[in-house]
Structure formats: structure tokens, C-alpha cells
């Protein structure tokens, strides 16, 4: 199977490209010479996957993602419309070049975060409830908080960090930034700082990719570390925090949390985490906008473009991320 990453263009012969949305035929753009797109929609394939070549999955992709891959013997690159591949991680064959969606989400999941904070900040889960009940509860809940002076603590430093960085910078808070490695050049802190960085921050914001370094990272001592009060926000990926001990802490009341996401997910009814009235929950809906589809499938055109000429593709996935 020709490495797709290589130079030079694809042969004459007829390629396709399986998607997941009809509308993504038109949002996609030019398509090149010798490229049929076909979209994947039901159980049964559109077509002998013989050929299938280019190959973009539904954009939360339900089951065993080896076996539809299985059932794709010449594929050679894999665009996901998520910007978290960790689904995917080691679960690729050899020789298919495996691509995230990293850019497309920034704006939704930037907008979601800064929600969440204000949300809580503001007091707003508390007055929905009491409006719920009927209840003009100002005395229950005013005065409320303010999000300005509020220090803000980013793990996660990446393209969705720097989004939501520019969405909080007009509310005068003050910024720390984490990442895997540092960058002290741009101001950027290791992972290895985070215990001495968490007590001082009034809300932490989680941005990383799920791998096997950040399974688990939020654990009991992550937690202890966070000052009283501190709100936890979840925007990247449920088994990043260690669901027990996240309870535990939000049961004691000592600290907050808006979580997009959990672990196990989608949450079973029952679960403690549903009770809890310092916890903001949402159905993992921070990239779930409207605009998603234009965005993702106008980086599925320019991929699928730079494939058909043989040029390098972007957004590359790796082991280890």
C-alpha cells in the first residue's frame, strides 16, 4: 500500500472516499479527479470496500473500531471529525495514516468552557433549580461571585487552550498554562508543576488528549492540591479524572465541577454525580455545534486534496500522541 504522506500524486485508477454525513458531499469542496465520495450511512456499506481508500467515521463512532476497519482492506488514511483519537490510539493498522479534526472544535469547545465557568461564577445551576420550584430565591442566591481577578489554570495548552485563553482574556483573569512538556519561551508550564500550581488557582480547566500518561491524572492528591472552593472543569475526555475520588471531593462540598464528560459515559441513572448541587453535568455536547460539520468537512476537503497530490497530510496521530 503506497504510504500516503509520500510525494508524488495518486494513479489514474478510480479512488474512493467513504464519509459519514451526505451533506458532506457538498461541504467539502472540490474533489479531485478520480475520486468518487460515497456516504457510509447505514449498516450495509454503499459499495464493494474494495478501493475504499480514504475513510472518515462518524463524528462519536459507537463500537469496535477495528472491526469497521476490518471491513476496509485497502484503506490508507483514517480523518476522524473529533479532535480526541485516543478511540483509536493503537487500534490502526499499519501502513493507514490516522488524522484528528484538531482546530475544528475550537471554537465549540472554547464557548462551552467559558460557559461552564461563568455558569458557576454566576451561580446559575442554583437559580435554574430554584426556578424549577417556582421560587424567586434571590436571597438563596445572591450575592453571587465574579469571574474578574479569577486565576485560571489551563492543562492543556494546546489550540483548544489558547481558544479558550482568548475568550476569558476580556474578564481580566490572570492565566497559567500547562502542557506536556515545557515551553518556558511561551510562558508554558510542565505537567511536572502542577502540584505546586493547583493551589493557587480558582478554576482548572482540563484540555488534554486521553492517553495513557493523562488516564487517571486527576486523582486524589490532584484533587487535595486544588484550594477550597476551586472549580474543576472537564472539557477533554471522562477517564482523565478518577470518577471515586472526584465524588468524594464534590460530596465533601470542598470543591466544584462542570464536566462535559465522565467516566463511566454516557452516566447511568443513579449515579451520585447527578445529585450533586455543586456539579454542572452536560451530555458531552462542548463540540456539538452547528457549525461543526462546515468546519470539519472544509478540513476533510483540504486533506483529501493533499492526499489525491501526494502531499504531506496534517494533523497526524501518533502512539503517545
Known amino acids: 500500500m503506497p504510504d500516503p504522506t509520500a510525494s508524488g500524486p495518486l494513479s489514474s485508477a478510480v479512488v474512493k472516499v467513504w464519509i459519514p454525513h451526505p451533506t458532506g458531499v457538498e461541504l467539502l469542496g472540490e474533489v479531485p479527479s478520480g475520486v468518487t465520495v460515497e456516504p457510509w450511512t447505514d449498516p450495509a456499506p454503499p459499495s464493494d470496500p474494495a478501493g475504499v481508500r480514504f475513510w472518515v467515521p462518524p463524528f462519536l463512532v459507537a463500537g469496535d473500531v477495528t472491526t469497521m476497519l476490518e471491513r476496509l482492506p485497502d484503506v490508507a488514511v483514517v480523518q476522524l471529525l473529533s479532535a480526541g483519537a485516543d478511540a483509536w490510539i493503537g487500534r490502526v493498522p499499519g501502513g493507514v495514516t490516522l488524522c484528528d479534526a484538531r482546530g475544528v472544535h475550537d471554537a465549540g469547545t472554547a464557548e462551552w468552557v467559558v460557559t461552564a465557568i461563568l455558569a458557576h461564577v454566576r451561580n446559575f445551576p442554583a437559580m435554574v433549580r430554584a426556578q424549577a420550584r417556582g421560587e424567586w430565591a434571590f436571597g438563596d442566591v445572591a450575592p453571587t461571585d465574579e469571574l474578574i481577578g479569577k486565576r485560571v489554570l489551563i492543562v492543556g495548552a494546546g489550540s483548544i487552550g489558547a481558544a479558550v485563553r482568548a475568550r476569558l482574556a476580556p474578564f481580566d483573569v490572570e492565566f497559567t498554562l500547562v502542557a506536556r512538556t515545557a515551553r518556558p519561551a511561551e510562558g508554558v508550564h510542565a505537567v511536572d508543576d502542577l502540584p505546586r500550581l493547583l493551589p493557587a488557582a480558582d478554576v482548572v480547566v482540563l484540555l488534554v488528549p486521553l492517553t495513557e500518561a493523562t488516564r487517571g491524572m486527576v486523582d486524589e492528591r490532584f484533587l487535595a492540591a486544588m484550594r477550597n472552593g476551586a472549580l474543576l472543569v472537564n472539557a477533554a475526555r471522562g477517564p482523565v479524572t478518577r470518577t471515586d475520588a472526584l465524588v468524594a471531593e464534590l460530596a465533601s462540598g470542598r470543591l466544584r465541577a462542570a464536566l462535559d464528560v465522565t467516566d463511566p459515559e454516557p452516566l447511568p441513572a443513579g449515579h451520585p454525580l447527578w445529585e450533586l448541587p455543586n456539579v454542572l453535568l452536560t451530555p458531552h455536547v462542548a463540540g456539538s455545534v452547528r ?31
Open 291 to 321: 457549525g461543526l460539520l462546515p468546519r470539519a468537512y472544509r478540513l476533510v476537503g483540504e486533506q483529501l486534496r493533499r492526499f489525491a497530490a501526494g502531499e504531506p497530510l496534517v494533523n497526524t496521530v501518533v502512539d503517545g500522541y
